[in-house]
């Protein structure tokens, strides 16, 4: 119901939230990470049908960002995995995706953005 409605205005921006876990995978990740690799590759194929359609197809894949999932976790130790010293905020990927829907990404679709401090 949303794409066909953009179809209609022939005008729209779709963010899907991956994870950087799809690009860079961890040990006993391997269930999320192929979900998450899936999620980025119909996204891009989405992107490439809708594209003509004045319609926007995007991904952001977050690093590590202060969430539950993480709560358990030993910030220190993460905190020197992470070129940048720090773990995300919330909000610092919200920017990403308001970026992504605005008109100043209006020529950007089919991209994986990650949003990690740097890891790579």
Same mark, same amino acid.
């Given at each position: 119901?949303?794409?066909?409605?953009?179809?209609?205005?022939?005008?729209?921006?779709?963010?899907?939230?991956?994870?950087?876990?799809?690009?860079?995978?961890? +040990?006993?990740?391997?269930?999320?990470?192929? %979900? #998450?690799?899936?999620?980025?590759?119909? /996204?891009? =194929?989405?992107?490439?049908?809708?594209?003509?359609?004045?319609?926007?197809?995007?991904?952001?894949?977050?690093?590590?960002?202060?969430?539950?999932?993480?709560?358990?976790?030993?910030?220190?130790?993460?905190?020197?995995?992470?070129?940048?010293? +720090?773990?995300?905020?919330?909000?610092?990927? %919200? #920017?990403?995706?308001?970026?992504?829907? /605005?008109? =100043?990404?209006?020529?950007?679709?089919?991209?994986?953005?990650?949003?990690?401090?740097?890891?790579?």
């Amino acid at each position: 119901p949303v794409v066909e409605k953009m179809v209609r205005r022939r005008a729209g921006s779709i963010v899907s939230i991956s994870s950087a876990s799809s690009l860079m995978p961890n +040990r006993g990740q391997t269930n999320y990470a192929a %979900a #998450k690799a899936g999620l980025n590759a119909a /996204s891009r =194929a989405l992107a490439c049908e809708v594209a003509r359609l004045g319609i926007r197809v995007n991904v952001v894949a977050p690093g590590l960002i202060e969430t539950d999932m993480i709560k358990e976790a030993p910030k220190d130790h993460i905190k020197t995995l992470i070129p940048m010293a +720090r773990i995300g905020r919330p909000e610092e990927v %919200a #920017k990403v995706v308001s970026f992504l829907c /605005s008109e =100043a990404a209006s020529y950007m679709t089919g991209q994986i953005l990650s949003v990690n401090g740097g890891m790579i």
